[in-house]
C-alpha cells in the first residue's frame, strides 16, 4: 500500500496520526505520513511515532515502491494506531537548503546556461553540480556576486512558493526550467515567475522565508562544475563566525573590516624584508666567525670551527663561499634537534676525502669527496677530525 504522503500538500505538518499498515523488525509502513524520507539531494526527516504512550524515536526514513519506512530503535505491531512527530528545526532547515538549492540553481540557468545535474543538502554545507557552457568549471568572483544578488533580491521579494500536481495537458503548457526525471505523478514546485521545476521534496512557502544565501566555492568537479552553498540559519551562523573572526584579526592590526587586508600585506612585506636583513647578517657573522678560526698546516688553510648561532642554510652558503678559495679545508658544526650538524667540505685543489673523514669520526652521514654532511651527538667531533687530518 503506498503512502500518503501529508507534505506533499502540508510542509509545515508537523504532527500527524496514522496505521501501521506493514511491519518488518524494527521498520514500519503508515498509510499516511508526513515524515520526509531521504530523496532528490534532501536528507530525511527524524522524530518519534508515539505508540501507547511511549514515544520511539524515528532514526532514519527511506522510500521503497512509493512506500515511506520508518526505521525505529523499537519495534511497533502491524495495526497499531500512533501519533507522528516531527523534529521540526532539522526539517525547516533542510526546507531552507532545499529551497536555496532552487533559486541559486534558476539563477545560474538564466544568468549563465548553467544546467543542474545533482544536488546533496550536507549537515554542513550544501552542493549543487552543474554542467557549465563551454566546459567551465567555477564562477569568476563578479558572476558569483552576480548570482547571490539575484538570489538574494528574489528572497527579499518574498514571492510565493507553489507547488502541485498539474494533469498531462497543464503541464505540458509549462516552462519548467529542466524535464522531469519521473513520467507519471509529477509534481510541480514554482517560486515567483522565475523558477518551475517537477520537485518532490518540501519548500517553505515564501521565499523570503529562505534567509540569506551564500555560496562559499564554485570549484570542478568530474568536469562539471561544483557550487557549495548556506542558506538561512546556516548563512547567518556564518556571518557571524566570519565577522567574529576579521573583528579579532581587526584588533590585532588595528584596522577594520576595510583595511585589514592591506595592513596585513604590509605586516607581511615588512616581516619578510626583516626576516631577509636577518639572515643576510647572520651569513656575515657566520663566515666572520669561521674565518677567525683559520690556521695553517703544510700549506693548507684550515678552518675548524662550531657555529652555535648558525643554521644549517647560513653554514651551508659561508661553506661554499670558502671552498671556492684555494687550499681550503673546512671542518664545521652547528646546533640542530640537540645534537650537531657536520659539514666537512674542501676546495677542488686538495685531495681528502671530506665524506671518508667524517665517517671516521664516528658520526652519522656522509656525502661526496669535497662536500660532506652528517650528524653526532658527541661535542669533541671537530678535534677528532683534526687529529685524523
Ligand atoms: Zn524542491
Known sequence: MKTLRLYYDNAYLTEFSGIVVHAEGNRVALNQSAFYPTSGGQPNDLGTLTFEDTAINVTDVTVEDDIVWHHLDRPIPEGAQVLGQIQWDRRFDHMQQHAGDHMIAGAVWQLFGGVTIGLHTGQEESTIDITMPEGKTHLTDEETAQVEKLVNERIQHNDPIRCWFPDDKELSSLPIRKKPTVNEHIRIVAMGDYEMVACGGTHPSTTGQIGPVKILSTAPSRGNMRLTFLAGMRAAEH?????????????????????????????????????????????????????????????????????PFADAAAMQQAAKELIAEENTLLLLSCRRDGGRMLLFARSRDVDVDMAALLRKTGARGGGKPDFAQGSTTEETVLDAALSLL
Open 239 to 307: 556571518y557571524q563566525a566570519c565577522h567574529r573572526c576579521v573583528r579579532e584579526i581587526g584588533t590585532l592590526l588595528s584596522a577594520d573590516v576595510h583595511t585589514a587586508p592591506a595592513t596585513l600585506e604590509k605586516l607581511i612585506q615588512a616581516n619578510a624584508a626583516q626576516v631577509k636583513d636577518v639572515q643576510s647578517r647572520l651569513s656575515e657573522a657566520t663566515l666572520h666567525m669561521i674565518r677567525m678560526s683559520k690556521h695553517i698546516r703544510d700549506g693548507k688553510f684550515i678552518y675548524a670551527c662550531h657555529l
